[in-house]
């Protein structure tokens, strides 16, 4: 168990919704990672929070927007959702050393039909 | 910009047969390591990191990895594979100034016959 939660664990939706992914860090960790994770892209990084700040973006969409509250819990919106947005969106935290792994939870297996 | 690239997307072994899965890496300023291994629908467990000092890495499971800076590369080896091992296993790098971010290689996809 790598301490980091994420609910829901399947999301099933159409196209043009929106949904909430959400994320609980380990105890202690300040920073949250959001990644995707499909068959042909592989595992891409989307945004970095630290103790609630945005710290780095990277292959995210418009459509997708991220928050990370004072508790630190995370959320990762997506909306108007399409057919290619169907992944593995996984969240993970660490602390604020470079060096230090990053903590994956089990992820939200997102499906739009 | 730092990268990984993970040399073969399949990589299939006889159980008790050594396990090399091979990472190389692409940074300009010194990197930080890691191996991760992912079994069916799960997240990613960490196996073992390189931040700097040994450069032969021991972690979970029976796995090692070696850091050769001359060949930029970071393989993941075991010396005897056992049916639990099939999973797939992602490099990943982490370098200051890289907004902290893991970048992973595309991943390898072990299968362990016996």
């Known amino acids: 168990d790598s301490g980091v939660t994420q609910t829901p664990k399947h999301l099933i939706t159409a196209t043009g919704q929106r949904v909430t992914l959400r994320c609980s860090p380990r105890?202690?960790?300040?920073?949250v990672y959001w990644y995707q994770q499909s068959l042909d892209q592989g595992l891409q990084f989307l945004i970095h929070?630290?103790?609630?700040?945005?710290?780095a973006k990277g292959n995210i969409l418009e459509r997708f927007s991220a928050q990370q509250f004072p508790d630190l819990h995370s959320e990762l919106n997506l909306s108007s959702l399409e057919l290619g947005d169907s992944a593995l969106y996984f969240c993970?935290?660490?602390?604020?050393?470079?060096?230090?792994?990053?903590?994956f939870g089990n992820g939200t297996r997102l499906t739009v039909t | 910009a730092q990268s990984v690239t993970q040399l073969g997307s399949h990589v299939s072994v006889s159980e008790g047969a050594l396990v090399l899965l091979r990472c190389n890496y692409s940074?300009?300023?010194?990197?930080?390591l890691f191996w991760y291994v992912q079994y069916p629908n799960q997240g990613l467990q960490l196996l073992l990191k390189?931040?700097?000092?040994?450069?032969l890495v021991k972690g979970i499971n029976g796995f090692e990895a070696e850091f050769k800076k001359s060949e930029t590369s970071f393989h993941l080896t075991k010396p005897s594979a056992h049916m639990s091992d099939a999973a797939e296993y992602f490099c990943?790098?982490?370098?200051?100034?890289?907004?902290?971010?893991?970048?992973f290689g595309k991943g390898t996809k072990l299968t362990v016959n016996p």
């Open positions: 929070y630290y103790n609630g700040e945005e710290r």
């Open positions: 105890s202690g960790d300040l920073s």
């Open positions: 390189y931040t700097t000092g040994a450069t």
């Open positions: 993970a935290s660490s602390v604020a050393w470079i060096n230090s792994p990053l903590h």
């Open positions: 990943a790098v982490r370098t200051q100034g890289g907004s902290e971010k893991l970048v």
């Open positions: 940074s300009s300023v010194p990197p930080y």
